[in-house]
């Protein structure tokens, strides 16, 4: 049976608020969640549960700062702050009892899978689940969220390039009605990763407003990570 543990995480001048999930006896895999854009770990609470129950890997789902119950004003904080704050969850997670730091995969959603992919420039990742993947260009990497903008492979390279280096298994999850990412940015980590697994999930939505969606991407999520 999972059990949940409310955490609170430093990262930098922020202090993040986390809920870690984990089995009696845990597996050793382990599982990040990192949420989109204006969202929260909300969602991502009982995807980790059902990863949980399934697998018994240790599962953190962290609110990013700015957001949710983390510390932090969401228009001024930057992607690199951001991303700050994703290494700080997977140290956190690593340091979890029965975690091997080996066997630790991310699931993220679109400025969360952005982030994601930066990770794996610093921190190990064993794969990843990418469900509508945002792309920001280069030059907002320091700028308040209030001024992002969208990039493409021209403006954003940096995440791109990481994204072609990462030796392990990716799945990313298209939303076949996304009014928020272009058919171009998933085009751009797909060439940028041709080997990764390319699911349309039908009629969806950027945002999984419809239980039947949230539930058919929760058993995407359990199956992506239950060899892990």
């Known amino acids: 049976m999972a059990q949940r543990a409310d955490l609170r995480i430093p990262s930098g001048e922020r ?3 986390a809920t870690l999930v984990s089995a009696q006896v845990p597996s050793g895999a382990a599982v990040l969640f990192v949420h989109g854009l204006g969202s929260s770990r909300s969602t991502n609470i009982e995807r980790a549960e059902a990863v949980c129950t399934t697998s018994s890997a ?4 962290v609110d990013l700062g700015g957001h949710g119950d983390s510390t932090g004003r969401l228009s001024e904080v930057t992607p690199r702050q951001n991303l700050a704050d994703v290494v700080a969850a997977h140290d956190a997670l690593a340091g979890a009892p029965g975690v091997d730091a080996a066997r630790i995969g991310v699931c993220a959603a679109s400025y969360g899978a952005y982030l994601a ?4 420039a610093l921190r190990p990742v064993a794969r990843m689940l990418l469900r509508a993947p945002a792309l920001y260009a280069d030059d907002c990497f320091d700028r308040g969220l209030a001024r992002r903008r969208f990039g493409d492979a021209a403006t954003a390279p940096t995440p791109l390039a990481h994204l072609a280096l990462f030796p392990g298994p990716v799945t990313i999850v298209e939303s076949e009605r996304d009014e928020v990412i272009s058919a171009d940015t998933i085009a751009a980590y797909r060439a940028a990763q041709p080997e990764a697994v390319h699911v349309v999930q039908p009629s969806a939505r950027h945002a999984l407003t419809d239980p039947a969606w949230r539930a058919q991407f929760q058993q995407m999520v359990v199956d992506c990570f239950a060899d892990l």
């Open 58 to 61: 240790t599962c953190l789902a």
């Open 15 to 17: 202090t993040l608020a």
């Open 117 to 120: 992919v930066l990770l794996t």
